[in-house]
């Protein structure tokens, strides 16, 4: 696949400039432009670099982003993918840093960003929908993720029940690559 480098970097600057509400958003914005206008990426490869891109110090957009350019174009793709997606988010805090004190007093501002705080609770829900269609796929899978969800509920730390998820992760393909050999 020959993806021009202008290509990727336009495509990631519009994904910038809608990725509202943080990296939790921006899986159903990269498989709408990557996945289903462009055919770049599949939602798998999507939903594991997402995944990655949460596994590694750093934001979890520019993470994310720099997987996919990375895997359409190696080292220049990944850093075109993160200049993209960061442009216009980067210019509208230059534009709107001088205006904040006017801004944030603005009753019209305040329901405009009310409506846009509905509107990423959508893209947080389709997120968990296609992290949720290409993770849970079987008993097992679903088993680790009710285990996760109530030790989280009792209060059990993240890090620990990634750190068990990630153990089960490797234990379940083990046993489903012995079982592939047989």
């Known amino acids: 696949m020959n993806i021009r480098l202008s290509e990727l ?3 990631c600057v ?3 400039a809608l990725l509202l ?3 939790y958003v921006i ?8 996945c289903e206008k ?13 995944a990655m891109g949460q596994c590694v110090p750093g934001i979890i957009a520019p993470n994310t982003i720099m997987f996919a350019g990375y895997k359409l174009h190696g ?3 990944a850093f075109c993918a993160l200049l993209g997606l960061t442009l216009a988010p980067f210019a509208a805090i230059l534009a709107l840093a001088s205006f904040i004190g006017i801004i944030s007093k603005s009753v019209i501002m305040n329901d405009i960003f009310w409506g846009v705080n509905v509107s990423i609770i959508i893209l947080i829900f389709l997120t968990v929908k296609e992290v949720w269609g290409c ?5 097992t899978t679903f088993l680790i993720f009710a ?36």
């Not at 899986?27 to 990557?34: D, Q, R, S, T, Y």
């Not at 462009?38 to 997402?50: A, G």
């Not at 285990?147 to 209060?155: E, R, S």
Request: aromatic share 14%.
């Open 27 to 34: 899986v159903p914005l990269l498989i709408n432009e990557f």
């Open 147 to 182: 285990a996760a969800f109530l030790t989280c509920a009792f209060g059990v730390s993240p890090a620990v029940i990634i750190i068990l998820a990630a153990f089960f992760g490797i234990i379940r393909n083990a046993i489903l690559q012995r079982r592939a050999k047989e």
């Open 75 to 77: 080292k220049t793709g």
């Open 14 to 16: 519009r994904i910038g």
């Open 21 to 23: 509400g943080g990296g």
């Open 135 to 139: 993770s849970v796929v079987d008993k």
């Open 38 to 50: 462009r055919k770049w990426l599949t939602r798998e490869e999507v939903v594991d670099f997402y």
């Open 9 to 11: 970097f336009w495509v």
